[in-house]
């Protein structure tokens, strides 16, 4: 099969490192990748929402399956986009249709999924302007610390936690008056859930599904889990707490009733099902959903994989995910985020990276690099993501830690806590 894979970071470049190891996988298109995936594969410079583009790139390529990274390129309708195209429409894309991926692109709609399907999650109330009364009454009603989210995408800077009543309803005010444009013409207010958070990532063709390996990812720039958020600064996966008495409360009272509310209310969905998870006294709820899989989460829980990855996902596209297996290494798998100086703010780019060839047994997943004159640059704030496994958390960690020092680039900065509180 020619396969293409949209998107550029390293969630994408452990994607097309897995997909290269198939015997399915004839050849790799990565649009628009980075210079990790050029390794692999053949980059195309095509934007992942550019859908005429990517529509010539596949008849030209003759491709056979389209794999989505971002979150942007579903809730935009790519899977629509294809099955309405009479050239397009017997390519599988993998990804929900345009409805399912209102589970991550609005927060509103993905509450009331919750709520009709009786899944636990938190206390929340969806505001506009006309309502906005009603908010302040709903924040008033609640002990801080308050939550508001934006309706819609904001690339992961939606949620603002605020302790005092006061600031949230001014924040409240401010985000219906365009904080964020027309995501936040909606915000879902919710009650606080105090606990430990986990990522669940799902495979479902629409009927069945497979649990992938849970993954915990630490968002925060700064020990300790501090400071600004970021895209993720690292993951492992196992995760300690997502024991076997978890993830059966966690698949009996979240996928099972996900998966059968989805195909009852005849929602497409053949793709990625990333659950947003947080434990409160060992009960789960959802924090959020999202149609995708997680970054830098793909960059652990992919390479413990041990089955074809192209089989599973034939099984999505064809329907018959219930006769493909899903086998799982068992050891831990620890990836560090390398970042550019400045980030997540605004960050240092076109730096040479050095020491990529000192890896050992570790895996190096490049998210925002590009390769120039025979070298590899720095072109984002997530520059290499460095996986590697071990026997426990901390030998996989300890490999990952050598690594991470090896590689260098001017103001290279990584957290050396990953891991800490599990
Ligand atoms: P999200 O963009 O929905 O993933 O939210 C970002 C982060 O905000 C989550 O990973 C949680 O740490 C936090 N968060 C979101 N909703 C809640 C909630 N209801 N209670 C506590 N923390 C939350
Ligand atoms: N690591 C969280 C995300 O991909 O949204």
């Not at 013409?185 to 009650?191: D, P």
């Not at 020092?405 to 290279?412: I, S």
Request: aromatic share 8%; proline share 4%.
């Amino acid at each position: 099969m020619n396969i293409l894979i949209l998107g550029s970071g390293g969630r994408e470049h452990a994607l097309a490192w897995k997909i290269r190891q198939s015997e399915k996988t004839n050849k790799l298109f990565i649009a628009p990748g980075n210079a990790g995936t050029e390794m692999i594969g053949e980059n195309v410079s095509v934007l992942a929402t550019d859908f005429s583009a990517i529509k010539h790139l596949v008849l030209e390529k003759d491709i056979n399956m389209v794999v989505v990274g971002p979150e942007v390129s579903l809730v935009n309708g790519i899977y629509d986009f294809f099955i309405n195209d009479s050239e397009l429409k017997n390519i599988p894309v993998i990804g929900p249709s345009k409805e399912g991926a209102k589970l991550e692109g609005s927060k509103k709609f993905g509450k009331e999924f919750m709520l009709r399907n009786n899944i636990p999650t938190a206390k929340y109330k969806s505001v506009t302007k006309e309502t906005l009364k009603g908010g302040i009454q709903f924040l008033e009603s609640m002990s801080p610390p308050f939550v508001l989210k934006a309706d819609g995408l904001a690339a992961g800077k939606g949620v603002i936690i605020l302790n005092d009543r006061l600031d949230a309803i001014n924040v409240l005010n401010t985000m219906l008056a365009g904080m964020f444009g027309k995501s936040s013409q909606t915000v879902v207010i919710e009650e606080f859930l105090s606990g430990i958070e986990c990522s669940v990532f799902v495979m479902s063709d629409g009927k069945d599904y497979k649990i992938l390996p849970v993954a915990k990812d630490y968002k925060r720039i700064g020990e300790g889990d501090t400071g600004l958020n970021t895209g993720g600064m690292g993951a492992i996966s196992p995760v300690p707490f997502a024991d076997n008495v978890f993830m059966d409360k966690v698949r009996e009272r979240i996928i099972e009733p996900t998966i059968s509310g989805l195909a009852k209310e005849n929602i497409v969905y053949k793709g990625f099902i990333f659950i947003g998870l947080i434990s409160v006294g060992n009960e789960p709820f959802v924090i959020e959903y999202n149609v995708r899989l997680g970054d830098p989460e793909t960059e652990v829980i992919i390479p413990r994989i041990k089955s074809d990855f192209v089989e599973l996902l034939k099984g999505v596209a064809n329907g018959n995910l219930q006769d493909k297996t899903l086998e799982i290494d068992e050891r831990y798998a620890a990836t560090v985020m390398l970042v550019s100086g400045g980030y997540p703010d605004v960050y240092e780019k076109d730096k040479i990276i050095d020491g990529l060839n000192s890896m050992n047994d570790s895996l190096v997943f490049h998210a925002g690099t590009v390769a120039k004159k025979g070298s590899v640059y720095t072109a984002g704030g997530r520059v290499l993501a460095i996986t590697s496994y071990g026997k426990t958390k901390h030998d996989a960690l300890e490999k990952s830690f050598k690594v991470a020092e090896e590689v260098t680039f001017d103001k290279k900065y990584y957290r050396k806590d990953i891991g800490f509180d599990l």
